[in-house]
């Protein structure tokens, strides 16, 4: 499975962006996809995750009531709707096809991320 995350860039603090995740190779239907994101002089960190149906999502709690993901296996696609962002979401942003890993959820296959900039 190859994936492309699309859709970072600068943004203001208060504005949204929406991230994709195109993925080619094989089809996203059967995996569940999730999103990570490593800011500078952090270890990367899960963002949230979507089950292979797309009847099942996590978000942690940080971003839990701006962030929302969704999936459109049709068009092989996941996406990553963030809202009312804060500086402190500032991180390359990459996706993932995950599986849970006990309490975790692991990445099988990663993008190469997006940047995220977002400017106070």
């Known amino acids: 499975v190859q994936l492309v995350e699309s859709g970072g860039g600068l943004v203001q603090a208060g504005g949204s962006l929406r991230l994709s995740c195109a993925a080619s190779?094989?089809?996203?239907?059967?995996?569940?996809m999730g999103w990570f994101r490593q800011a500078p002089g952090k270890e990367r960190e899960f963002v949230g995750a979507i089950r292979w149906s797309g009847d099942f999502t996590s978000l942690v709690d940080s971003v839990k009531v701006r962030f929302t993901i969704s999936r459109d296996n049709a068009k092989n696609t996941v996406y990553l709707q963030m809202n009312s962002v804060k500086p402190e979401d500032t991180a390359v942003y990459y996706c993932a096809a995950v599986r849970r890993d006990g309490s975790r959820w692991s990445g099988d296959y990663w993008g190469q991320g997006t940047q995220v900039t977002v400017s106070s």
């Open positions: 190779g094989r089809t996203l239907s059967s995996y569940s």
